[in-house]
Nanobody
Framework: VQLQASGGGSVQAGGSLRISCTAS????????TGWFRQAPGKEREFVAA???????VYVDSVKGRFTISRDYAKNTAYLQMNSLKAEDTAIYYC??????????????????WGQGTQVTVSS
């Protein structure tokens, strides 16, 4: 199974980007997809996750600005990022797994990871 992240780029503060995560292989819909990010000099941080029933979880800092979604026909998950801030600058990674709800923010609970896509927000 491979995850391919794409869609990153550079925007000014207040702008928007949509990043994508496309999975190869079967049973995409059976897994939860998560987005994590890592800024320079910082630890990896959970951003958002969506399960097979399209239930979503977000870190507080992106609530109301980011939206995670998935398209089963395309085996793809998306992270729509609006009202971007300089502190959103990071490499964004998608991941796939079956964590229980209490562990959904734990990257160690995810099986497969994409290669990351850079998001840079200038103030």
């Amino acid at each position: 199974v491979q995850l391919q992240a794409s869609g990153g780029g550079s925007v000014q503060a207040g702008g928007s980007l949509r990043i994508s995560c496309t999975a190869s292989g079967r049973h995409f819909s059976n897994y939860l997809t998560g987005w994590f990010r890592q800024a320079p000099g910082k630890e990896r941080e959970f951003v958002a996750a969506i399960n097979s029933k399209r239930a979503t979880v977000y870190v507080d800092s992106v609530k109301g600005r980011f939206t995670i979604s998935r398209d089963y026909a395309k085996n793809t998950a998306y992270l729509q990022m609006n009202s971007l801030k300089a502190e959103d600058t990071a490499i964004y990674y998608c991941a796939r797994g079956r964590p229980i709800l209490s562990a959904i923010r734990d990257g160690g609970m995810y099986y497969d990871w994409g290669q990351g896509t850079q998001v840079t927000v200038s103030s």
